[in-house]
């Protein structure tokens, strides 16, 4: 079985892997704002391909045009599928599209680069033909694999690093998550030449599910909340169910009555952190929140965004004693700091100063 990810997943782990990506905004709710400089690409999120010739993909060079997008992509299924979130992105400057893709080539037992000059729109339907330029891969892409691939796309010299730089995030997203396939399609050369991954697709081996900490849309309920106690004074917030679980011990070993468990799940965006925040703050007794991430398909700057919306959004927030790390850590530790928010070396440093505020 293979699961496959929506773009903005897809993304999420080709940029943790080292690939370049427009940057983007998540956008669920039909009063969202462009959050990015306009023009826009607005890109509905469904589990196929074809988007762009179905109208799920549209730019938008005004706050006018990206609320219509938005409100029609939000209400209107596109290709049979009715989306719950699109991705908004920086427009490119396209100057060409590739594409380029790893998959497991079953009869040689092998991963194998596939490659076309001609990205963008339908090549993905050809994907097998003979057309595609293919370099079976022994391990990593080496020296020769990646000079092969360079000379077939003829690109300017000044691209070779970047080029590499792709082959070996794509290599890394496959072999590190277990994917069947990992798709770029167009990788885009711009105007300013780079290199930048305008659309993915990324299928799961299911099979691997075990090795991983998997938290998808298609996946069940990402954010799982219970209340434990009441009476608990320290509330907590992590993702991942064993994360979770352990900051919960963590505050009873510090002393404190631990009110709640709450699992954020991976990839959340704001909006639901904000309102996991709100719920927080709502237990009758809770004088301190321990924020527990480990940042994997959760980036950091984007954990740190929510925690600085929800001061200013939730009334009577709690102090919180942070340990945020992993993807994007620099990112979202700058993020706080400038908002005076301080971050804490470890749990325990978290648990013992909540369990400290507490009392
Ligand atoms: P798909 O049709 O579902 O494969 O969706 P894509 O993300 O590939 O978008 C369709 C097409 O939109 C691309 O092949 C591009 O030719 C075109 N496009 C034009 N401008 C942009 C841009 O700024 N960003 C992206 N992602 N696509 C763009
Ligand atoms: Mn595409």
Not at 152 to 160: G, T
Not at 336 to 342: E, G, H, R, T, Y
Request: hydrophobic share 40%; net charge negative; glycine share 8%.
């Amino acid at each position: 079985m293979q699961m496959r990810l929506l773009e903005y997943e897809a993304k999420q782990l080709l940029s943790a892997h080292g690939a370049l990506v427009p940057s983007g905004q998540i956008v669920t709710n039909p009063d969202d704002v462009p959050k990015l400089p306009l023009p826009l690409v607005v890109k509905v999120q469904i589990p196929t391909g074809g988007r762009g010739k179905a109208g799920g993909v549209q730019k938008v060079n005004t706050d006018n045009q990206f609320s219509e997008s938005v409100e029609q992509l939000l209400s209107e299924p596109v290709l049979g599928y009715q989306a719950s979130t699109l991705l908004a992105e920086e427009a490119l400057q396209v100057k060409r599209e590739l594409y380029i893709a790893i998959t497991v080539d079953r009869t040689h037992r092998k991963l194998v680069l596939l490659a076309h000059k001609q990205g963008g729109i339908d090549i993905e339907s050809s994907a097998h033909d003979s057309k595609m330029f293919t370099v079976p891969l022994d391990g990593k892409p080496n020296d020769e694999a990646q000079q092969k691939l360079f000379g077939y796309f003829k690109l300017p010299e000044s691209l070779r690093r970047q080029l590499r730089d792709i082959c070996q995030s794509l290599w890394k997203t496959c072999t590190s998550e277990d994917a069947l396939l990992v798709e770029v399609n167009p990788l885009v050369v711009t105007n300013d030449d780079q290199l930048i991954c305008a659309d993915a697709k990324i299928e799961l081996d299911d099979a691997a599910a075990f090795r991983h900490d998997w938290h998808f849309e298609q996946t069940p309920a990402s954010t799982q909340f219970v209340v434990l106690d009441e009476q608990g004074t320290v509330g907590s917030m992590a993702n991942g169910a064993g994360l979770a679980m352990a900051t919960v011990d963590a505050i009873q070993g510090a002393g404190a009555t631990p009110a709640n468990f709450l699992d954020v799940g991976g990839g959340t965006n704001t909006d639901g952190m904000v309102a996991a925040f709100k719920k927080l703050s709502e237990l009758p007794n809770i004088r301190a929140i321990v924020v527990n991430i480990f940042g994997g398909i959760t980036r950091c700057n984007e954990v740190a965004d929510a925690i600085v919306a929800a001061r200013k959004s939730v009334s009577e927030l709690p102090p919180l004693f942070i340990r945020l790390t992993g993807t994007n850590e620099r990112e979202g530790r700058e993020i706080l700091q400038s908002a005076d928010v301080p971050i804490l070396p470890d749990l325990k440093s978290c648990v013992d100063a909540a369990a400290k505020e507490a009392t």
